[in-house]
């Protein structure tokens, strides 16, 4: 290391890369990515080497609430250190001053850790590093707890079966069994795969066939217990069979369609569900003709203020936008007596979704 010219402050007391802004960021990114599981993760060890170049500390420690750290560089001798630890995690507060620091590392304002630093650098360097780790740590717990929140909407959404459905059809496959054993064989069947589908432990993300098939399933069932009253049109473009789309988002748009549209009218009505591809889009529409709604309490479907009234069409909706962005989602066109068209777009291919 070249030394330091006159006026200038030990090299020591400035990161490694001050003078290439590029490197300084890169860095900084490296180290949110192996912080994203935590002081406890897989990464520490890489997340303190990077933290260690970045201050051009001697050494730097990373511990969790046990205390224990996960050093990178020399670990300071004697007990000095461990003293220190112990004085941040039950006071809160930075302790020490260089050669030897410890700061706090507060989560949602929870402590979760602390930062060891070693070496003669600056205690306004060490806080801006503490703040930019404990930034990444935070934005790494939103992260898990946003998929952790998917997937309960995800078990929400199964649990969302209605039990009249699941009533009306095995009473109508027991009323076959006599009169029409193989009629009645095959509706159980189909009772049973659309039972495995909707309940079964899934990955986040499967294909339009298959959903297409849990809808067909669905279908089968309802026209069995409705009768002549459920007209059905399923038509889809052999080109979208194969697109990635997230679990469990077709078939509920259909169950609302017959449960919402279909069922209130002694006529009953026609459903209809069509896959196509348009450009790079994949575009799904459910259609009925039953009785619709006005346009505000379509609006308030969507936005999850009036969940009673249908079977997860906000929960649908919010994962398809946090899938693919605030451009796709849900579209509702509607009006009362007029029935009920919801349109599905997304692209046909999507880095990370994968069946």
Request: hydrophobic share 45%; net charge negative.
């Amino acid at each position: 290391m070249a030394a330091p010219q006159p006026g200038e402050p030990p090299r020591a007391w400035l990161p490694w890369s001050r003078t290439d802004p590029a490197a300084v960021l890169a860095s900084a990114r490296h180290i949110a990515d192996d912080l994203a599981d935590g002081l406890a993760g897989t990464r520490v060890r890489a997340a303190a080497r990077g933290v260690r170049r970045l201050l051009g500390a001697s050494g730097v420690g990373l511990a969790d609430l046990s205390g224990r750290p996960v050093w990178a560089g020399t670990v300071p001798h004697g007990p000095r250190w461990v003293e220190l630890v112990d004085q941040v995690l039950h006071n809160e507060t930075r302790a020490g001053r260089p050669p030897l620091v410890v700061t706090p590392l507060h989560v949602h304002d929870e402590l979760a850790g602390v930062l060891v630093v070693a070496g003669q650098v600056r205690r306004t360097a060490v806080a801006e590093v503490a703040d930019w780790i404990t930034a990444a740590l935070e934005r790494a717990r939103l992260e898990a707890s946003a998929e952790h929140a998917a997937q309960a909407e995800l078990r929400a959404l199964r649990a969302e079966i209605s039990p009249h459905f699941v009533y009306n059809a095995l009473t109508v496959i027991a009323s076959l069994v006599h009169s029409d054993p193989e009629r009645s064989r095959e509706l159980m069947l189909d009772f049973a795969d659309y039972n495995r589908y909707s309940l079964a432990s899934h990955g986040e993300y499967t294909t339009v066939a298959d959903e297409f098939h849990a809808i067909e399933t669905y279908l089968a069932l309802q026209r069995a217990v409705l009768g002549d009253r459920l007209r059905v049109q399923v038509r889809v473009a052999p080109e979208v069979l194969a697109v990635a789309i997230p679990y469990l988002v077709l078939q509920p748009l259909v169950e609302n369609a017959v449960r919402h549209g279909i069922e209130p009218r002694s006529a009953g009505g026609t459903v209809q569900v069509t896959g196509e591809a348009e450009g790079s889009d994949c575009v799904i529409t459910v259609e009925d003709d039953g009785v619709g709604m006005v346009p505000a309490k379509a609006e308030a479907l969507l936005a999850g203020r009036d969940a009673a009234g249908s079977v997860g069409l906000a929960n649908v909706d919010r994962r398809l936008r946090n899938v693919y962005g605030s451009w796709y989602g849900l579209v509702l066109e509607t009006a009362e007596d007029a029935g009920t068209k919801v349109i599905v777009r997304m692209p046909m291919f999507s880095p990370g979704v994968m069946p």
